[in-house]
């Protein structure tokens, strides 16, 4: 029997071909099951009728009953309107509509019994409701009650009356044609162990909910599923990679760690780093190819743990190389990590686009010969023409700004592939390192090394700025230096510019004894990179930029960091401007301005960074806020799923739950062969379409 599900949605009755184009260009419907798997964002509950007396302005949707007594027509050309008086005996209210009036005319007769829905707002001294969904009454059974749901249109759909309420129509027809034959995507084992709903009634009530209860169980069992597949296919990857690939065995800590430990290690290592370096020498010593995600806030000391790790790679008898976006934190990156080792016998060297060629020549070849024992550099270390003697472990830092495919590049530069650490500042929330890193081990650098004073975070209005500048002048007069940011958002790049050129020379008239260097993202490399070093040696003590800054300059003198406009960034980014200052022993500032009028929203995301310098819970906070797609940090690397009802902000417990089903279920049957669980495996090759491995790629 052929599988109607599959059917294409131009076929389904009500359809036809331009709607069926437009709903593949819009919504990604393609056949009848994309439609049953369209789900409604709100549902609406119509099972209260209200009398016209008790309307309010403060009402979301209400449902009255009553008759239309007379249709008037005002205003002219654009300006017209239809307005229809309703009452149901206890008062009036107007009814608008701003198109369609001849149409409304037609179908709506005067004296006759209605059901309005909609939304009333007031206009002038009276209430109306423009453009109601109206249902004739006839009796009690045939009017529209308990929860309607609600689906998300384009202004194309609307445009091609595809709203909500023709989605539903269609949702329908496609319910009745397919409910027989709707098979079950889960087995029964799955199903029995997470206590869900079966797949025909969580659709039924999904869509057609009969209550607020049933809708919840349905929801439930669908976001379970959703979640539930993708951690199967990521632990199941996970399994397959860590049986087949093997990796190189550091066995021992030999001179380079010791001699470094004992000479060179000027402060002790905190608690947090010693558990991750000893977490990650187990990795390295079990032969199997180690990838791991090593997370920290700024100045949590990540560079020193990797630095300690690639000398047990030389221990070892292998080399390593750390990679990093752009120049600029390369060079940070090479000029730490020589300090770091002064005095020892390490060949450093670091490889950028604007290495000259005969260094470039150099490098090369004391790769092949093994003599060049670490390697510093951009994505310039993925090339061809870079080829090593033996690696053996790759840092990738800020690995979301890297491609998918520059990243698997590294994994081809020795017949085993080397071990993989990647780091990042980026605070990833939990439920997101589990998907979109899913299949890393996670380590989290949860302290900050001594000395480090948190930084103090103060919400200020743009029209104190006489207050503002003089507690600058201040730590100015003390010695230090002062970051000021401006927003840069694409579609308001001109006025953004606009503003930081007029920043620009604003500070410089109102601090005319320091001088003020900017940096922005439109400026060629050379020119970004000079102004920053002049900041870097204090030649210049103010810089005006964009985020640009945001992942790049150690400067250990900057104390203050004036973040203008704060409303318009991302908690996460705020939070990842905020740690270039504190690098230092003294106090650090960090200063959000925005005018008065702020968003309930957005002021609550303000009291959030002004109350916590915990970068897991701004991040938790901000994927509560912004949903996941939005995240500084991810939206790179982007989820590589789309997900369809799950939400990874509030579905944190789901998903947690699903991964412990999706272990228990590899356990019994590591390669998903045994009979009951065929399903499954019709399920992950139906998915594979989507699939990234996540593995071989992070």
């Known amino acids: 029997m052929a599988d109607f599900s599959q059917t294409d949605i131009k076929f389904l009755a009500g359809v036809g071909p331009k709607k069926a184009e437009i709903l593949n260009k819009e919504i990604d419907v393609f056949s009848v099951e994309d439609l049953l798997y369209y789900f409604p964002y709100k549902y609406i509950d119509r099972s209260r009728i209200y009398f016209v007396h008790e309307v309010d302005g403060n009402m979301p949707y209400i449902q009255l009953k009553g008759r239309i007594t007379a249709f008037e027509t005002f205003g002219e050309g654009r300006k017209k309107r239809l307005v229809a008086h309703f009452t149901d005996g206890t008062g009036f209210i107007d009814l608008v509509w701003f198109q369609g009036a001849r149409f409304i005319e037609d179908k709506y007769k005067v004296n006759l019994p209605y059901i ?56 329908a027809a496609a319910f009745s044609s397919i409910i027989r ?18 797949l025909k009634s969580a659709m039924r009530n999904v869509h057609f909910p009969e209550n607020v209860t049933l809708l919840r169980d349905a929801q439930y069992r669908l976001k379970f599923e959703e979640l539930f ?62 990838n791991r995600l090593l997370q920290g806030d700024v100045g949590s000391g990540k560079t020193l743990v990797a630095l300690m790790l690639m000398l047990i790679a030389l221990d070892n008898g292998f080399q390593a190389c750390l990679m990093a976006p752009t120049e600029i934190l390369a060079t940070q990156h090479f000029i730490t990590i020589q300090e770091f080792l002064q005095g020892l016998d390490v060949n450093v060297e670091l490889l950028t686009g604007s290495t000259k060629k005969s260094d470039r020549e150099r490098i090369h070849g004391s790769l092949l010969t093994g003599d060049l024992q670490i390697l510093i550099g951009t994505h310039a270390l993925i090339e061809d023409t870079v080829q090593f003697s033996n690696l053996g472990l790759v840092v990738v830092d800020e690995q979301h700004r890297f491609g998918v495919a520059q ?50 975070t103060i919400h200020q209005y743009d029209k104190k700025r006489g207050s503002l500048y003089d507690s600058t002048r201040k730590q100015l007069q003390e010695g230090r230096q002062v970051y000021i940011v401006y927003p840069l958002i694409e579609e308001s790049e001109k006025l953004d510019l606009k503003s930081l050129e007029d920043g620009f020379e604003h500070i410089k ?20 990179d000079a102004e920053m070093q002049r900041f870097v040696r204090n030649e210049a003590q103010i810089m005006v930029a964009t985020t640009v800054i945001e992942v790049g300059v150690n400067v250990p003198n900057a104390s203050v960091m004036i973040i203008e406009s704060a409303q318009r960034f991302g908690l996460s980014q705020l939070h990842q401007l905020r740690g270039r200052v504190g690098r230092g022993a003294d106090q650090s500032y960090c200063i959000l301005v925005t005018p008065y009028e702020l968003s309930a929203e957005t002021k609550k995301r303000i009291d959030i960074m002004v109350e916590s310098n ?60 045994k009979p009951e669980n065929l399903i499954l495996r019709k399920q992950l090759r139906k998915l594979s379409g989507n699939r990234y491995n996540w593995g071989l790629i992070s």
């Open 614 to 673: 915990d970068g897991f819970e701004i991040a938790e906070a901000d994927l509560k806020l912004r949903g996941p797609g939005d995240l500084e940090g991810t939206q790179q690397s982007g989820i590589p799923f789309n997900l369809r009802i799950a939400n990874l902000a509030r579905d944190g417990e789901i998903l947690q739950f699903a991964r412990e089903i999706a272990q228990k279920v590899l356990e019994d049957d590591p390669q998903i062969e």
């Open 181 to 198: 034959n709707l098979q079950e995507t889960l087995p029964g084992k799955v199903i029995q162990d997470a206590r869900l709903m079966d």
């Open 407 to 456: 990243r698997a590049k590294l994994w081809r530069k020795n017949v085993n592939p080397p071990h993989i650490l990647v780091m990042t500042a980026t605070p990833i929330p939990r439920t997101l390192a589990m998907t979109v890193y899913g299949d890393l081990d996670v380590s989290v650098i949860d302290e900050l090394p001594p000395g480090r004073k948190p930084i103090q």
């Open 229 to 290: 597949y993708i951690q199967l296919n990521i632990l199941k990857y996970t399994a397959e990679r860590k049986s087949k690939l093997k990796g190189f065995v550091f066995s021992k800590v030999g001179d380079y760690l010791n001699s470094f430990y004992e000479d060179n290690l000027l402060f002790p290592l905190t608690n947090a780093q010693k558990r991750i370096i000893r977490e990650i020498r187990q990795d390295m010593a079990t032969g199997e190819q180690m």
């Open 116 to 171: 309005i829905f909609g939304k009333p707002t007031m206009f002038g001294d009276k209430f109306n409701i423009a453009h109601p969904d109206i249902d004739p009454y006839i009796n009690e059974e045939q009017r529209p009650s308990g929860l309607m749901p609600y689906y998300n249109t384009t202004e194309k759909m609307k445009n091609h009356f595809l709203n909500s309420k023709a989605i539903q129509k269609m949702m």
């Open 509 to 528: 008239e109102v601090f005319p004894e320091y001088t003020v260097c900017k940096v922005h993202g439109k400026m060629k490399p050379k020119e970004k």
